[in-house]
């Protein structure tokens, strides 16, 4: 109650402190806003006019108005579609596998254990490796058929090695971003664990609640809104994942793990085509907010409700 | 509905602890409710009586000692089936609940039919007064409002034993006492069991029917509150209970196992009550209450205590004053008209038969009837 008192008191006294000397809060955001203008906008126009144009840089002399062009050359082509697929099937195999492992790790780390601190910076270590170190880690380290780690183990077992990168190229991808990642959710559903407060299983538990439905009733509910940053954080570093791929399969073998970004920079940096990568960039902002969209309603409708206090 | 026991129950949290006693936090717990009995645990922080409740609701386990509802020995069943309903200090009620889903979810857990339990909860939330708020979520209510929700999540359980664990403690004053009533009307009609943990001795006094008196892990007294007012068994008792606290001065026994001298006090112990032998000669701690302290002008009334007024406290009704008399700060509950100043000197005097007597080493109540006169 007194602290409510004093955190009311304290309210006030700012908002009027406010009214009385008044910060100049326009002026004071505006090199904010005109840098993120900068930023944002000025690139995202001159992708849509790119997108309208013939411009290649191999042929600087055939300039000029295309129309729907791009577009059209964009939607016919087989290779656009599979790296759409692939993009899809990257962000939502990469977003299962990290949330739910993150979940049972963090769900692990929140007990306490014998050197736990030490166990918790390990676990989380991988999301500070550079994610081109982390392609040529798992290419050459770990993933690879004569060198890697994971075909001695094999070998050792008496396996035949695999060639990961070359039979089951997507499946590798995810693995490495998956890697990469569940350190993230690990850290974040971690912190959101720490903040149930204890009463509240305690209460759960009295009121004849089962491990299973604790968690479900009480647990789940209260990581809605931390869930919710996650899903949502990670499929945007999902949709855009390039550097891994880079450095490890360049989009291939052939297509199989080309997705959108990939496909973009192939088209501007190979092909020199510099409308049609502007046709697909479009097409991936669209993808990205048609993603969003979906993603926030169904965050939104599922969890949200739970997560607040 | 149900009679608890507990037998020896112990709470020790291993040597990890740097000292023993704070690894021992509650030890040889003994105590027998009625059925149905409204049982106050009191005591300074640390005193160990949360861990007592506890251990009762299975949210820690006793190491040692046996608990018992209504027979059964309950100390190695899980908390989810000990069938006790909890009020917590911050209420924990479900934020992303209503206030009708925080009241059904345990009957819904127990899988008793949708009819029901909007019967009950529907009961329950009229017997609070807060059936307009079952559609809210917690985080809508006001303090004394999630109080209420908090108790509504108890009592339509028709738990075994109720546990409420400093419940009050984050209401304001005015609310708290109304609250205080109405816990105490809510008992009287559901008969229920209840264990009432607080560190506030009026909160104790003014609802338990019995109150278990806990320091650093210790029964130190199990009594009504009038029993405990009147008949503390130690000084810690004599000084906890009571507002404002007991006064206690150190005083010589004379040979004649009446007569009491401090170094400017002396009083005469009430001439019913022969004090044992074995004291006679010796420091006594000599206690009474500043509520039977009176003014006077005579000096050579039996018992006196005289010194000079440093602090004066009108309230009102009451005038406290107080003093320091031999070493021992003595406060006195006035007539609220007494015209008293700083600096004043007054004789306090009070009837004998408001001493309170213990031994000044072991700080136990001597005894207090002729035939208990034989003590180690």
Do not use: W
């Given at each position: 109650m007194s602290n409510d008192a004093v955190a009311n008191a304290g309210d006030t006294a700012s908002h009027q402190g406010a009214k009385r000397h008044g910060p100049p809060v326009k002026r004071l955001m505006a090199p904010a806003v005109l840098f993120l203008m900068v930023w944002m906008i000025v690139p995202l126009a001159m992708t849509v006019y790119y997108a309208f144009e013939n411009y290649n840089l191999m042929m600087?002399?055939?300039?000029g108005f295309a129309g729907l062009g791009n577009f059209e050359i964009l939607l016919t082509d087989g290779t656009f579609w599979a790296a759409l697929g692939h993009t899809l099937t990257l962000v939502m195999a990469c977003l299962a596998i990290t949330v739910s492992l993150g979940l049972v790790l963090a769900l692990l780390f929140n007990k306490t254990f014998l050197g736990r601190g030490v166990a918790r910076t390990l676990a989380i270590?991988?999301?500070?490796?550079m994610p081109v170190v982390t392609g040529l880690l798992f290419k050459n380290?770990?993933?690879?058929?004569?060198?890697?780690i994971v075909s001695w183990a094999m070998r050792t077992l008496g396996f035949e090695p695999i060639d990961w990168f070359a039979h089951y190229p997507m499946f590798s991808v995810i693995l490495m971003i998956s890697w990469e990642w569940t350190p993230f959710a690990l850290l974040i559903l971690l912190t959101g664990l720490q903040s149930l407060p204890e009463d509240q299983i305690e209460a759960v538990r009295l009121d004849g609640a089962s491990r299973l439905q604790e968690f479900r009733h009480i647990v789940i509910p209260h990581l809605g809104q931390v869930l919710y940053v996650v899903v949502m954080l990670e499929s945007i570093f999902f949709l855009t994942s390039f550097a891994e791929i880079y450095a490890t399969t360049s989009g291939g073998p052939?297509?199989?793990?080309?997705?959108l970004p990939y496909y973009i920079y192939q088209n501007a940096?190979?092909?020199?085509?510099i409308g049609l990568s502007s046709a697909a960039a479009i097409a991936a902002v669209i993808l990205a907010n048609i993603f969003a969209f979906f993603l926030i309603r169904f965050v939104a409708g599922n969890l949200n409700a739970g997560g607040q206090r | 509905m149900a009679v608890v026991e507990l037998k020896g129950v112990a709470k020790n949290y291993g040597?990890?602890?740097?000292n023993a006693k704070a690894a021992n936090?509650?030890?040889?717990f003994n105590l027998t409710t009625r059925d149905g009995e409204f049982i106050v645990l009191v005591g300074p922080?640390?005193?160990g009586k949360s861990t007592t409740m506890r251990m009762i609701a299975g949210l820690e386990a006793n190491t040692d000692g046996e608990i018992r509802i209504d027979g059964r020995?309950?100390?190695?069943?899980?908390a989810r089936d000990r069938d006790i309903a909890m009020v917590f200090q911050s209420y924990a009620?479900?934020?992303?609940?209503?206030v009708y889903d925080n009241m059904a979810f345990a009957l819904s857990l127990k899988k008793v039919p949708k009819n029901e339990i909007e019967q009950r909860v529907n009961d329950a939330a009229g017997i609070l007064d807060i059936t307009h708020l079952l559609?809210?979520?917690?985080?809508?209510?006001?303090g004394g409002q999630r109080q209420r929700v908090a108790l509504g999540r108890a009592i339509?359980?028709?738990?075994?034993v109720f546990l409420m664990d400093?419940?009050?403690?984050?209401?304001d004053a005015m609310l708290r006492v109304d609250m205080r009533a109405e816990i105490i009307k809510l008992h009287r009609k559901l008969g229920v069991t209840t264990f009432y943990v607080t560190h506030d001795q009026t909160e104790a006094m003014t609802m338990g029917e019995r109150i278990v008196v806990m320091r650093d892990g210790h029964i130190q007294q199990i009594d009504t509150p009038n029993a405990l007012y009147?008949?503390?068994?130690n000084v810690f008792v004599a000084g906890f209970i009571g507002t404002p606290s007991m006064n206690f001065l150190k005083m010589t026994l004379g040979g004649d196992g009446k007569t009491l001298t401090g170094q400017t006090a002396h009083m005469v112990a009430s001439s019913?009550?022969?004090?044992?032998?074995?004291?006679?000669g010796r420091d006594l701690m000599v206690g009474v209450r500043p509520e039977h302290l009176i003014l006077t002008t005579?000096?050579?009334?039996?018992n006196v205590i005289k010194g000079e007024i440093d602090v004066v406290e009108p309230l009102g009704s009451v005038t406290m004053v107080q003093l320091e008399v031999d070493g021992h700060r003595i406060t006195a509950q006035l007539e609220g008209d007494t015209s008293v100043r700083m600096g004043d000197s007054i004789v306090l005097t009070c009837d004998s038969a408001r001493l309170h007597l213990f031994d000044?080493?072991?700080?136990q109540a001597l005894p207090r009837h002729e035939h208990r006169t034989e003590t180690a």
């Open positions: 600087p002399t055939m300039r270590s991988p999301f500070f490796v380290m770990l993933l690879h058929p004569v060198y890697g052939g297509t199989a793990t080309t997705n940096f190979f092909q020199y085509d | 040597g990890a602890h740097k936090a509650v030890e040889n922080s640390g005193c020995d309950v100390s190695q069943v899980a009620l479900y934020p992303h609940m209503t559609d809210r979520k917690p985080r809508a209510l006001s339509v359980r028709d738990p075994q400093e419940p009050l403690s984050n209401l009147h008949a503390p068994n019913e009550r022969q004090l044992i032998e074995a004291h006679k005579d000096e050579t009334a039996a000044a080493d072991t700080e």
